[in-house]
């Protein structure tokens, strides 16, 4: 089973500010089978980026992702209001498809 | 827009059963593979099973292998997660969620709105 590892457990940023988080899973994540999702209180997760790097359909681009292997990183590069949630990763590409156990993107 | 609709989630005792379903639309649900996810209150996600879109392969976590069973009926656009020998630790919100692309090995998209299961006595 690959453990995904998620850093912080907690962000504490301002609206403008950039956001790094960070995913490192146990082994290697073949294909890049690394995926991202954001979600906000009482509501369902939603796709932000597949693949490590590519973009989900109308997600803004300030929101980028990156990394194989094993590291893969998720970067907000300017916080708007509506960003502030937990964010997972995921891999796929072996089951058991795990989740990392999320960073809380906090306003300060 | 693809819609997914979970049900069937509700109150069960310890040892009990229940059978969730998601009903799909607006996409052509024979050739996806379907998804199931769980999250227990004030937790993460937890990835619960996984099933082809002619429902020959079939993926279970651990936690529920040999207690959970997935299934789907493409001629009724419909998912399902039957839960027998329910223990207080299944307690959570469950989701139904599309693979983003026919084929392997993608990601999940998009999500239902869940379905809440409360297992106790």
């Known amino acids: 089973e690959i453990v995904l590892t998620q850093s912080p457990g907690t962000l504490s940023l301002s609206p403008g500010e950039r956001a790094t988080l960070s995913c490192r899973a146990s082994?290697?994540?073949?294909?890049?089978?690394l995926g991202w999702y954001q979600q906000k209180p009482g509501q369902a997760p939603r796709l932000l980026i597949y693949?490590?790097?590519s973009r989900a359909t109308g997600i803004p681009d300030r929101f980028s992702g990156s990394g194989s292997g094993t590291d893969f990183t998720l970067t907000i590069s300017r916080l708007e209001p509506e960003d502030f949630a937990v964010y997972y990763c995921?891999?796929?590409?072996?089951?058991?498809?795990?989740f990392g156990q999320g960073t809380k993107l906090e306003i300060k | 827009e693809v819609q997914l609709v979970e049900s069937g989630g509700g109150l069960v005792k310890p040892g009990g059963s229940l059978r969730l379903s998601c009903a799909a639309s607006?996409?052509?649900?024979?050739?996806?593979?379907m998804n199931w996810v769980r999250q227990a209150p004030g937790k993460g996600l937890e990835w619960v099973s996984s099933?082809?879109?002619?429902?020959?392969?079939?993926y279970y976590a651990d936690s529920v292998k040999g207690r959970f069973t997935i299934s789907r009926d493409n001629a009724k656009n419909s998912l399902y997660l039957q839960m027998n020998s329910l223990r207080a630790e299944d307690t959570a919100v469950y989701y139904c969620?599309?693979?983003?692309?026919?084929?392997?090995?993608?990601?999940?998209?998009?999500w239902g709105q869940g379905t809440l299961v409360t297992v106790s006595s």
């Open positions: 995921q891999q796929y590409g072996s089951s058991p498809y795990t």
């Open positions: 607006r996409f052509t649900f024979s050739s996806y593979s």
């Open positions: 082994q290697s994540v073949s294909s890049s089978y």
């Open positions: 693949g490590a790097s």
């Open positions: 099933i082809s879109s002619s429902g020959s392969y079939i």
């Open positions: 969620a599309r693979d983003g692309l026919t084929g392997t090995k993608n990601w999940f998209d998009p």
